[in-house]
């Protein structure tokens, strides 16, 4: 499973890779979703407007735990869980990975705010690569240690 992050804003997108940002529900800067392993092609097509890698079972716990909401805008808690008979945030991420469950299935909203990272991002800005010393595109599972600084 993919976290992808929105990089950079609205202006100048071509309306092709709008499209695709829609379908990703990628609609505002700092915003995360979950992606599943064969939506790769849509992560490629907009990394020039994303960051996204592999997210690990303790990180993605730690996003629900503090950033997932449920309809009337509310914290996911443990009452919540208790209600959907699942035993803590750990197992939800687990069963999340593993494709057993799904955040709308749960009544969970798909799309996670997040604030800009502590520090900032990469030395070279938004504009350029990760590879390269920028921001965007495949990042692998350092994506974890910039969710942690945007949690």
Known sequence: MYAAIRVRGSVNVIP?????LELLMLDRVNHLVLVADNQRGMLNKVQSFTTFGEINEATLAKLLQKRAKISGNKKVDE????????KGFEELAKSLIEGTAKLRELGIKPVFRLSPPKKGYERAG????????????YRANDINA????MI
């Open 126 to 137: 938004i504009k350029k690569g990760y590879s390269i010393g920028g921001a965007l595109g």
């Open 146 to 149: 910039l969710i942690k600084r």
């Open 79 to 86: 009452a919540f869980l208790k209600e959907k008979k699942i």
């Open 16 to 20: 092709q890779l709008k499209k695709t």
